[in-house]
């Protein structure tokens, strides 16, 4: 018996892929950046921020073609619990990717930092200046930070247990156009 | 409009052929520009003194007086220094200063990082002196670290600068200045600006190729040519739990366009310092609130 499954449409896929590697590269910058005090601490500030708003502008146009295309079903012979998983896991990637160069963008805001990314180009504040909100933003930012890390790993493993393990076209909906197949074990 | 406090205007006729600085074209007037006087900036200042053993307890008689300053024009773009009056810093690293720190905890250690560490000859000649002054006023304030100035054709002139006070020095011993308690410092800017506004030419010196860049323990040749690109007034002085300088980070890495830092590592680690600071303190702001009722809490 084969079931067919449904790629994401090529726009979906390579916004996927152009994120993956931004956000990959931010998690790296973002703990290298408080870990030195080193010369490359103030071109990592800046790559961290200007990467913060690619991101935040890809989320969101991202946001609006998955609400105009959807995604792929899921197997129907996948577990229900995760199924649910799966669903509640993009929810909260599609949050954070938004949430946190917001919280980000207002945390430099709140303590009246100029916010200039690559190139020069000057972002306005979102908020005036606060301390309780820097202090509040600044945990949120670090904390949900680590958060990300993690929930980016589990859907790495998910990504390739389904790649690997179950085979069931759900990794190849995010690689390629092809449809694919699969076929139940004897 | 009442006259620009600090105007840095045109330097390309101040600079010949080279020309260094005509992206630094602007002029601001009184009330976007703020800084803050003080015996300290963001810790690093105090921990130099705690090492040079100048610090007392008594706040009146801090040999190393900084100034934080911020410049904002009104089309957003911001430079913020932090400047002290020593003219050269201790250290040429900031590993070297961790190692300062380190060596600070004992005289034994402290001994044999000043063996090991001869370039802290020069601070501490400045530092030894008896020759101190009474006021900030009288003071100037160097910027310390190498900065890059780059014009539209992407020529890169290093920099560094200083605040010249137009109030001519009057010289008091430390002991002295000790005896005229613990805030006279910030009493006698207090009643001076009052009296009469308070002015620093700030002058910025051109380094010639080969002048080092990187290391803020080794001054320049007095020859170097210096151009004076505007006038800081200091028309107000107000209390710091309620003035605008409280809740902002004197960030040397925050600049406009047209400067940049050099290869002088301290800025981006002062940047990477402060901002730690920063964090720290803003958690900490309950412990010092605003004296005056209706500002912002």
Request: aromatic share 10%; charged share 20%.
């Amino acid at each position: 018996m084969t079931e067919r499954t449904q790629s994401f449409t090529l726009f979906q896929r390579v916004l996927h892929w152009l994120m993956a590697i931004c956000i990959l590269a931010m998690l790296f910058i973002g703990v290298g950046m408080v870990s030195t005090v080193m010369p490359k601490y103030v071109p990592l500030l800046v790559t961290h921020k200007t990467l913060g708003m690619a991101i935040l502008v890809l989320a969101l146009i991202r946001l609006v073609v998955r609400l105009r295309y959807g995604a792929p079903p899921l197997p129907a012979d996948l577990p229900q619990p995760m199924k649910l998983a799966a669903v509640a896991s993009h929810y909260l990637l599609y949050a954070m990717f938004i949430g946190i160069p917001l919280i980000g963008w207002g945390m430099l805001s709140a303590a009246d930092y100029p916010i200039v990314l690559y190139g020069g180009i000057r972002v306005p504040a979102i908020l005036p200046q606060s301390d309780f909100l820097h202090t509040l933003l600044w945990n949120a930012h670090f904390y949900l930070g680590f958060a990300l890390f993690a929930l980016i790993l589990m859907h790495i493993a998910a990504a390739l247990f389904h790649a690997l393990i179950r085979r069931d076209g759900v990794f190849q909906s995010m690689t390629s156009q092809r449809f694919a197949f699969r076929t139940e074990p004897e | 409009m009442a006259e620009p406090v600090v105007e840095v205007r045109n330097l390309r006729k101040t600079y010949g052929p080279k020309v260094a600085v005509d992206d630094v074209s602007f002029a601001v007037q009184p009330g976007e520009i703020f800084g803050i006087l003080g015996p300290n900036g963001a810790g690093k200042t105090t921990t130099v003194e705690t090492l040079a053993g100048l610090r007392q307890a008594d706040g009146g008689t801090v040999r190393v007086r900084g100034i934080g300053l911020q410049i904002a024009t009104p089309e957003g773009a911001v430079w913020r220094s932090a400047m002290i009056n020593a003219p050269v810093f201790p250290v040429s690293t900031p590993q070297a200063f961790y190692g300062l720190l380190e060596a600070s905890k004992t005289p034994e250690a402290m001994k044999a990082f000043q063996a090991a560490h001869p370039e802290l000859a020069g601070f501490g000649a400045w530092a030894g002196r008896k020759d101190w002054t009474s006021s900030y006023a009288e003071e100037p304030y160097h910027s310390l670290n190498a900065f890059v100035f780059v014009n539209a054709a992407g020529h890169e002139q290093p920099v560094r600068w200083a605040l010249i006070p137009a109030a001519p020095a009057v010289t008091i011993s430390p002991d002295e200045l000790a005896e005229r308690g613990p805030n006279y410092l910030e009493q006698e800017i207090t009643e001076r600006v009052r009296a009469n506004p308070q002015r620093w030419t700030l002058r910025v010196t051109l380094a010639e190729p080969g002048d080092p860049t990187s290391d803020p323990t080794k001054a320049w040749p007095q020859d170097r040519r210096n151009v004076d690109v505007g006038t800081l007034i200091v028309q107000q002085i107000e209390a710091e739990p309620d003035g605008p300088c409280r809740d902002i980070n004197f960030d040397p890495t925050i600049l406009p366009r047209g400067i940049q830092v050099s290869d002088d590592p301290f800025p981006a680690a002062r940047s990477a310092a402060y901002a730690r600071s920063y964090d720290l303190r803003t958690a900490e702001t309950k412990d010092y609130p605003r004296t005056k009722t209706g500002t912002r809490p």
